[in-house]
C-alpha cells in the first residue's frame, strides 16, 4: 500500500486541500491511503475529516496538539499511516492521475532506489509569471529548471513531492524539527527538513534516491512568492543552506547549484528567451535581487 501524508495548518487553505483531495480522489491507482495532520485549527481538522469522508477516500485525519511545525506533523502521519511506501506532499499541489500508478511501479521497478522525487510544474493563480526564468523556479515551488526524461539519481528529494520506502524511516528515523523553511523566515535548523532527511537517508541506507519524470504534480503559486519581500528572505535562506550542505558533504554536493547559477547569469537582458514578451525590467531585476540575497546568504553561512 501507498500511504501519501499530508499536512495542514491554515483555513485559507480550503480549496487547495479540496484540489488536492479531488486529485487523489481520481488517482488511477487506488491501493492507497491518506494521512492528513492538521495542528492550530480545530476547524480545519473537522473540514479535512468530513472531506475526506465525502469523497469517499481510504484515510485518517489527525490534529497535532504537541509542538507545532511541518516536520512534527509529518512525523505524526509516519506513525499513523501503514503503507510500505509514504509519500508526503503538500496541500497546496494537485497530482497528476497516474502519479500513484509512477510512484507504486517505481519502487516495485527499482531495487536499489530507497526514495523518489518527482517534478512540480506551477499552476498559476491571480497572475501568470510567464516572464520568470525557469533557473528561478525554487523560488516558486517548482522544478522546471531540472530536465530530465528518464529515471536519474538526485542528491535529495524535493519536500513538495516525494516518497519513501518504510525502510528508510527505520534506517535513518524521522524528520528533524531544527529544518526547514517558513515563509519569510528561517527555522532554527540550516538546511531544508527535505534535504537534511533525503542527505541521512542515503547516506545510512546506502541506497539510491531517484527522480521520476512520471511523478508528476501541479504546484499552486500564488502572488506572495513573485513580491521583493519574499524573494530576499527564500534567496537568502537558499543561500544560508546551501553552504551548510557543502559543510556537511564538500563542495561538490553543489555541483547542481552552480550550473544553475551560472545558466540564471547567462540570462540576464535575455528577456525573450523563452518567447517571452513580458517585462525586461522585472526579469532583471529579479534575478538580480535573487542573485545578490543568494550570495548574503551564502556568506553568512560561511561565518556561523
Known amino acids: 500500500m501507498l500511504s501519501i501524508v499530508v ?27 491518506v494521512v492528513y495532520v492538521t495542528e492550530r485549527s480545530t476547524w480545519l481538522h473537522d473540514y479535512v475529516k468530513e472531506a ?36 508526503f506532499v503538500d496541500d497546496d499541489v494537485i497530482l497528476d492521475p497516474k502519479w ?16 523518489a522525487t518527482g517534478p512540480a510544474y506551477p ?20 522544478t522546471r529548471w531540472f530536465r530530465s526524461d528518464v529515471p536519474v539519481e538526485v542528491r535529495n528529494c524535493w519536500g513538495m513531492n516525494m516518497a519513501f520506502r518504510r525502510e528508510a524511516l527505520e534506517c535513518a528515523g524521522k524528520f528533524s524539527s531544527k529544518t526547514g523553511f517558513v515563509t519569510g523566515k528561517a527555522v532554527d535548523g540550516r538546511i531544508g527538513e527535505d534535504v537534511e532527511f533525503s542527505l541521512r537517508v542515503k547516506r545510512l541506507s546506502g541506497k539510491k534516491l531517484l527522480y521520476l519524470p512520471s511523478m ?34 564538500g563542495s561538490k554536493q553543489l555541483a547542481a547549484e552552480n550550473l544553475l547559477l551560472i545558466s540564471l547569469l547567462k540570462t ?3 528577456v ?20 545578490f540575497s543568494l550570495g548574503l546568504g551564502y556568506m553568512f553561512g560561511a561565518l556561523v
Open 7 to 33: 499536512t495542514s495548518y491554515d483555513p485559507q487553505r480550503k480549496q487547495d486541500i479540496s484540489d488536492l483531495l479531488d486529485s487523489i480522489q481520481n488517482q488511477v491507482c487506488k491501493d492507497l491511503e
Open 52 to 87: 475526506i469522508r465525502s469523497r469517499g477516500i481510504n484515510g485518517k485525519v489527525i490534529h497535532n496538539t504537541g509542538e507545532w511545525g511541518l516536520s512534527e506533523c509529518r512525523n505524526i502521519g509516519i506513525e499513523n499511516s501503514e503503507g510500505e511506501i509514504i509519500a
Open 100 to 115: 500513484s500508478c509512477s510512484v507504486i511501479k517505481a519502487f516495485e521497478s527499482f531495487n536499489d532506489m530507497i526514495g
Open 123 to 142: 499552476f498559476w493563480v491571480g497572475e501568470k509569471a510567464d516572464w520568470l526564468p525557469f533557473e528561478l523556479d525554487w523560488l516558486i515551488g517548482c
Open 216 to 249: 508528476k504534480v501541479l504546484n499552486k503559486v500564488y502572488s506572495y512568492r513573485l513580491s521583493n519581500r519574499f524573494i530576499i528572505a527564500r534567496s537568502s535562506w537558499i543561500g544560508y543552506s546551501r553552504r551548510n550542505i557543502a559543510k556537511i558533504g
Open 268 to 270: 540576464l537582458f535575455q
Open 272 to 291: 525573450n528567451r523563452y518567447g517571452c514578451r513580458g517585462n525586461f525590467f522585472r526579469w532583471n531585476s529579479t534575478i538580480l535581487l535573487s542573485v
